[in-house]
């Protein structure tokens, strides 16, 4: 990867699911280092703050099943916008929050493609699907929708029009191993490519991830990494309200994070779902900032060594 201009966008959102903390993402990545780490791998760094919501109010009756949805709604037309804005001056990360930030960043990201005339594709680190809609999700956590949403699932007749939606086949899904009934039959009637926790065990995480990367490469594609905190073991990642035992390891994870660099194709990162509040002296913050930093070139022989 050549050096990038990376823009940090704070983004504090929190209503995209009942618990709360996720706001508390984005300062916990900077007091992990993440722009000094930036700055220190050859790439320049601007940090645009913490984001607000736009105001939105919705109709009487509308979406009442939904957690706080008004807000969710706002955070996507802020984040389509700020996305757009951003990958047009450089390589956007997006600070989250949970990952109902992802409605925006994604839509913002294929109107971005869509006028550079280039196919968007979407890697989705993640134990879960998120391919629900308003009217299948039994939470009513929008957290769980993004996909459904960028993919022009029906059901969204309240969130802002999408300027551009992702075509399925351009999306895969690595580290699944919690999905419901509703988003299985789904997902089987999708043209996505899921890569459960299963096949990662029998085949390892490098094969599916190559194939996905000669996948964006041979079209020219722009790609969109959306990495979960809960697409790790929660061993190593506890600091997330949906964890899910036998997530990707510490290697595994390093491993994606290092082929994604090789790739030279990556235009944009969503850092989702942290919560400080349940961390563990911070070492989810610091291993998310580690795993930027092998998406942005760190190598393996960088690592020091531990003393204890």
């Known amino acids: 990867m050549k050096p990038q201009n990376c823009i940090l966008v704070g983004t504090p959102m929190d209503s995209g699911k009942a618990r709360k903390g996720c706001l508390m993402g984005p300062d916990a990545y900077r007091t ?85 005339d280039k196919p968007l594709f979407v890697l989705w680190l993640d134990a879960h699907t998120d391919y629900h809609t308003p009217e299948t999700s039994d939470t009513g956590n929008l957290h769980g ?55 990662i065990d029998e085949i390892g995480i490098a094969a599916p991830l190559k194939a996905f990367i000669e996948k964006v490469k041979s079209a020219d594609g722009l790609l969109h990494v959306s990495l979960d905190v809960d697409f790790l073991d929660p061993s190593i990642a506890p600091a997330v309200g949906t964890t899910v035992p036998g997530g990707a390891t510490f290697r595994e994870a390093h491993l994606v994070m290092e082929m994604l660099h090789d790739s030279d194709c990556v235009a944009s990162l969503d850092l989702v779902e942290l919560n400080p509040f349940l961390d563990e002296r911070g070492r989810t913050a610091n291993l998310m900032v580690d795993l930027t930093a092998s998406l942005l070139g760190k190598r393996v022989f960088d690592r020091p060594t531990n003393q204890f």
């Open 145 to 199: 929708t993004p996909l459904g949403y960028v993919t022009g699932r029906s059901g969204f007749e309240a969130f802002p029009p999408l300027p551009a939606t992702v075509v399925e086949d351009n999306i895969c899904l690595i580290g699944l191993r919690s999905v419901d009934s509703a988003e299985a039959a789904a997902l089987a009637q999708s043209d996505m490519h899921p890569v459960d926790m299963r096949r």
């Open 32 to 116: 992990a280092g993440i722009g000094p780490m930036i700055r220190d791998l050859g790439h320049s760094m601007q940090d645009l703050g913490n984001l607000t919501p736009a105001p939105h109010d919705l109709p009487a009756g509308v979406l009442t099943e939904a957690h706080a949805a008004s807000e969710t709604i706002g955070w996507t037309k802020t984040l389509t916008d700020a996305a757009f804005d951003a990958a047009q001056r450089g390589f956007p990360i997006f600070l989250g929050g949970d990952h109902a930030l992802s409605l925006g960043t994604v839509a913002g990201m294929a109107k971005y493609a869509q006028s550079v």
